[in-house]
């Protein structure tokens, strides 16, 4: 069955650090992959989604993600953290080639981000 | 385009009340979902729409009953809440059922259960 995990639950981290929120699936085939941004009070907004090509993928705010298979990973990065960063974060595969879109959340990552 | 709104935002209802969310799209996407958002758990499927006068269970859908009025219009009904439908309720959109499409949400109706 598919999965995802988020394995850090919260973050902390100084702005103009850098971050990187790591996340792994389990999926028997190549998946697709993406990252959510949930600010407070507001929905889910796409960052970036993988699902062929090159596996470094460039995504809204500055943010990117690379896909390695061998890992099973998809672990998203940015190089400068800025104070609105701060938010929770989602990582989600959705089934290749599927007739249907149910994408497979995992449980988030919280980010603080210190002055 | 206000792309997908939701309504109420808030609400606290008791136990065996009824009430319907609502929500509503602009895109002109054929496809609609319902997701609960509850602490350490991440978003789970409650029920989704693959085009108008469709409707299908997603991972957690007891309790709930869904109706695809139009292509906009998604609603999701508790007939009787529970204390343990507390959660955060999103609705989201896609253009088509396809997993490499992307889904916009809402922003969210809090249900508060007593």
């Known amino acids: 069955a598919q999965s995802v995990t988020q394995p850090d639950i919260h973050i902390t981290v100084s702005e103009g650090a850098s971050l990187e929120l790591r996340c792994n699936y389990s999926?028997?085939?190549?998946?697709?992959l993406f990252w959510y941004v949930q600010s407070p009070g507001q929905g889910l907004q796409l960052l970036l989604k993988?699902?062929?090509?090159?596996?470094l993928v460039q995504g809204i705010k500055g943010f990117e993600a690379e896909f390695k298979r061998s890992q099973s990973s998809f672990n998203l990065r940015k190089p400068s953290v800025h104070w609105s960063d701060a938010a929770e974060y989602f990582c989600?595969?959705?089934?290749?080639?599927?007739?249907?879109?149910?994408?497979?959340f995992g449980t988030g990552t919280l980010l603080a981000v210190q002055p | 385009n206000a792309g997908v709104t939701q309504t109420p935002k808030f609400q606290v209802l008791k136990t065996g009340q009824s009430m319907t969310l609502q929500c509503a799209q602009d895109?002109?996407?054929?496809?609609m979902y319902w997701y609960r958002q509850d602490p350490g758990m991440g978003l789970r499927l409650i029920y989704y729409?693959?085009?108008?006068?469709?409707?299908d269970k997603g991972e957690v859908p007891n309790g709930y009953n869904v109706s695809r009025l139009n292509k906009r219009e998604f609603s999701l009904r508790l007939e009787s809440a529970a204390p343990s439908q507390t959660s955060v309720y999103f609705c989201?959109?896609?253009?088509?059922?396809?997993?490499?499409?992307?889904?916009?949400f809402g922003p969210g109706t809090r249900l508060l259960v007593l």
């Open positions: 989201a959109s896609s253009e088509a059922l396809r997993s490499l499409e992307t889904q916009y």
């Open positions: 999926y028997g085939a190549t998946p697709y």
């Open positions: 993988y699902f062929s090509g090159d596996t």
């Open positions: 989600a595969v959705g089934a290749y080639g599927g007739a249907t879109n149910k994408l497979i």
């Open positions: 895109m002109n996407h054929n496809s």
């Open positions: 729409s693959a085009s108008e006068g469709t409707t």
